[in-house]
């Protein structure tokens, strides 16, 4: 079973400023993806990590604002730019495969103030 | 219609009784389904998983799967207070790997 370690685990960050946030795997994992929980809200896509590649960004997310970084199968970051309070959210990091399927890190709450 | 949708509202069981929680979902090339738990402050943890038409057993959950209906289910059989939780149905969509997640269902068992 894939075990992910997410860091930052929280953080409060000046609007106007951008935080990367990374994604460390255990073992090598085909697919890694980004996800975001507004306050009280389900998970949402934001895009897909390839290695290798530019990553794949779900409608209503662009490179710009969330670029995404996956140098090998085990790594990736994701960088929340240009912030502003709309963007404090949970931000998690998903691998596939993982245990049964699909595992997700333990998240960074994000608060910009 | 969205992708993934769990339309009811927050669920009160009392303990030791069944929560039955629904969820449909558009795609119908999916082909896999999944039932997290999440925990307040906590990331999602898988608990059942279902990729066949029917039922699905492990300890007090069964996962239902009705394909040409397009509905996934969640039984919890006595209910725990550890049980309480938001509850989120998973669609792979298409065969790209990608989850879509339903809002959730808060379920609270009450002692």
């Known amino acids: 079973s894939a075990v992910i370690s997410q860091k930052p685990s929280r953080d409060i960050c000046q609007r106007g400023t951008s935080l990367t946030i990374q994604c460390q795997v255990d073992?090598?994992?085909?697919?890694m993806f980004w996800y975001r929980q507004q306050p009280g809200q389900s998970l949402t896509l934001i895009a897909t990590?390839?290695?290798?590649?530019?990553?794949?960004?779900e409608s209503g997310f662009v490179i710009d604002k969330f670029p995404i970084s996956r140098p090998n199968l085990t790594f990736s970051t994701l960088t929340v730019s240009n912030m502003s309070p709309e963007d404090s959210s949970i931000y998690l990091c998903?691998?596939?495969?993982?245990?049964?399927?699909?595992?997700f890190g333990s998240g960074t709450r994000l608060t910009v103030v | 219609q969205k992708e993934v949708e769990q339309n009811s509202g927050p669920l009160s069981v009392p303990e030791g009784a069944i929560a039955s929680l629904n969820c449909t979902y558009s795609?119908?090339?999916?082909?896999?389904f999944f039932w997290y738990r999440q925990y307040s402050g906590k990331s999602p943890e898988l608990i059942m998983f279902?990729?066949?038409?029917g039922d699905k057993e492990d300890g007090r959950f069964t996962a239902q799967l009705n394909k040409a209906s397009q509905y996934v289910s969640l039984l919890i059989r006595d209910s725990q207070p550890s049980d309480s939780a938001t509850y989120l149905c998973?669609?792979?969509?298409?065969?790209?790997?990608?989850?879509?997640f339903g809002k959730g269902n808060q379920v609270v068992v009450i002692p």
């Open positions: 998973a669609v792979n969509l298409g065969g790209n790997n990608r989850l879509a």
């Open positions: 998903s691998v596939f495969p993982g245990t049964y399927g699909y595992t």
């Open positions: 073992s090598q994992v085909t697919m």
């Open positions: 795609d119908r090339g999916s082909q896999s």
């Open positions: 279902i990729y066949s038409n």
């Open positions: 990590a390839n290695q290798g590649s530019e990553a794949t960004y």
